[in-house]
């Protein structure tokens, strides 16, 4: 089974701007998406990107701020992120789901990586 490790996170000002990294074990051939997960909430889709990076998608919260992108040669997804505000504070994580914008995740999840927006 593939596996995923998350990276990129860290703490930035409102407004500021981070580019997450996963890394898989192995070439991707589905659908891939980016997850976030606050505390005290339910882990949610944010942004999903088809094989090729042909389509991509985004949850309402996010469009216009946030871009996901791929490199299958690195096997890697990438979720560019700007315009950072406190409600954007979470784990991220990524795993496969369905385009548009439908969970579809692997049976296991990378350690994902700390997002925290605040002045």
């Known amino acids: 089974q593939v596996q995923l490790v998350e990276s990129g996170g860290g703490s930035v000002q409102p407004g500021g701007s981070l580019t997450l990294l996963c890394v898989a074990s192995?070439?991707?051939?589905?659908?891939m998406g980016w997850y976030r997960q606050a505390p005290g909430k339910q882990r949610e889709l944010v942004a999903t990107?088809?094989?090729?990076?042909?389509?991509?998608n985004y949850a309402d919260s996010v469009k216009g701020r946030f871009t996901i992108a791929q490199d299958n040669a690195k096997k890697s997804v990438y979720l560019q992120m700007h315009n950072l505000t406190p409600e954007d504070s979470a784990v991220y994580y990524c795993?496969?789901?369905?385009?548009?914008?439908?969970?579809?995740?692997?049976?296991?999840w990378g350690p994902g990586t700390q997002v925290t927006v605040s002045s």
């Open positions: 795993n496969r789901a369905n385009y548009p914008m439908e969970p579809d995740t692997l049976g296991s």
């Open positions: 990107i088809t094989p090729g990076g042909t389509r991509t």
């Open positions: 192995e070439t991707i051939f589905f659908t």
